[in-house]
């Protein structure tokens, strides 16, 4: 198994996870840049003396990505988006404003359109499209590190919202049963709040318990 760092910032109003993900090569990848993102994802690189690849983006939401071209143009990093959350990017751009915080149009490098493993150096991350929260949403799933990076539709003893544009909770839970259906070993890491597993959001989270998904 590969020892790979995984190091989490939490950034802007509404407390977003973001996650570094230094590979053995020096080289970096993000998991989401929200809001005050660039500052702590620049200083780490200077001091580390890391190389930014990659931004995948879990969703369109405003306090997933309003960091992400800032830091692109200073890094050259790709930013990954899903093709169906590309409709709600100009809404994001007007939450920012609504919250204060900076902006800038992102340039997105590779759109998915499909579940294909993204190789990036020595690992392979498998994004998992999960509508119910947005309809672009996609979990990013690390099988050698049992780790999956589920933005805002699972976290620690709750899921995300469906009342928002683009939400539905009949694809919510699909994506739940696809989230689900991994080893219960593997850890969870959700774009708020703490970690978890897949076995004990089984066990233990109310709505999924509710929804007999488990």
Same mark, same amino acid.
């Given at each position: 198994?590969?020892?790979?760092k995984?190091?989490?910032?939490?950034?802007?109003? &509404?407390? *977003?996870?973001?996650? &570094?993900?230094?590979?053995?090569?020096?080289?970096?990848?993000?998991?989401?840049?929200?809001?005050g993102?660039?500052?702590?994802?620049?200083?780490?690189?200077?001091?580390?003396g890391?190389?930014?690849?990659?931004?995948?983006l879990? %969703?369109?939401?405003?306090?997933?990505?309003?960091?992400?071209?800032?830091?692109?143009?200073? *890094?050259?990093?790709?930013?990954?988006?899903?093709?169906?959350?590309?409709? &709600?990017?100009?809404?994001?751009?007007?939450?920012?404003?609504?919250?204060?915080?900076?902006?800038?149009?992102?340039?997105?490098?590779?759109?998915?359109?499909?579940?294909?493993?993204?190789?990036?150096?020595?690992?392979?991350?498998?994004?998992?499209?999960?509508?119910? %929260?947005?309809?672009?949403?996609?979990?990013?799933?690390?099988?050698?590190?049992?780790?999956?990076?589920?933005?805002?539709?699972?976290?620690?003893?709750?899921?995300?919202? *469906?009342? &928002?544009?683009?939400?539905s909770?009949?694809?919510?839970?699909?994506?739940?049963?696809?989230?689900?259906?991994?080893?219960?070993?593997?850890?969870?890491y959700?774009?708020?709040?703490?970690a978890?597993?897949?076995?004990?959001?089984?066990?233990?989270?109310?709505?999924?318990?509710s929804?007999?998904?488990?």
């Amino acid at each position: 198994m590969y020892e790979l760092k995984l190091t989490k910032f939490v950034v802007g109003p &509404l407390r *977003t996870n973001v996650y &570094l993900i230094e590979l053995q090569e020096p080289r970096i990848i993000l998991i989401d840049a929200g809001p005050g993102s660039f500052e702590k994802v620049i200083y780490y690189i200077d001091r580390y003396g890391q190389r930014l690849t990659y931004i995948l983006l879990t %969703h369109a939401h405003f306090d997933h990505i309003s960091d992400a071209q800032f830091i692109r143009e200073v *890094t050259g990093a790709k930013i990954v988006m899903h093709s169906r959350d590309l409709e &709600l990017i100009e809404l994001a751009e007007s939450t920012s404003r609504i919250f204060g915080v900076r902006w800038k149009t992102m340039d997105i490098d590779l759109v998915l359109t499909s579940e294909e493993d993204i190789k990036i150096g020595e690992l392979a991350i498998k994004p998992l499209h999960t509508p119910g %929260h947005t309809p672009g949403s996609v979990c990013y799933y690390s099988r050698e590190m049992k780790w999956i990076f589920t933005g805002d539709t699972l976290f620690h003893k709750a899921i995300g919202r *469906t009342d &928002l544009p683009g939400g539905s909770i009949t694809k919510m839970y699909s994506s739940l049963r696809k989230i689900l259906s991994l080893p219960k070993d593997v850890k969870v890491y959700p774009g708020h709040g703490p970690a978890s597993t897949i076995g004990y959001e089984m066990r233990y989270n109310p709505y999924i318990k509710s929804m007999k998904l488990s």
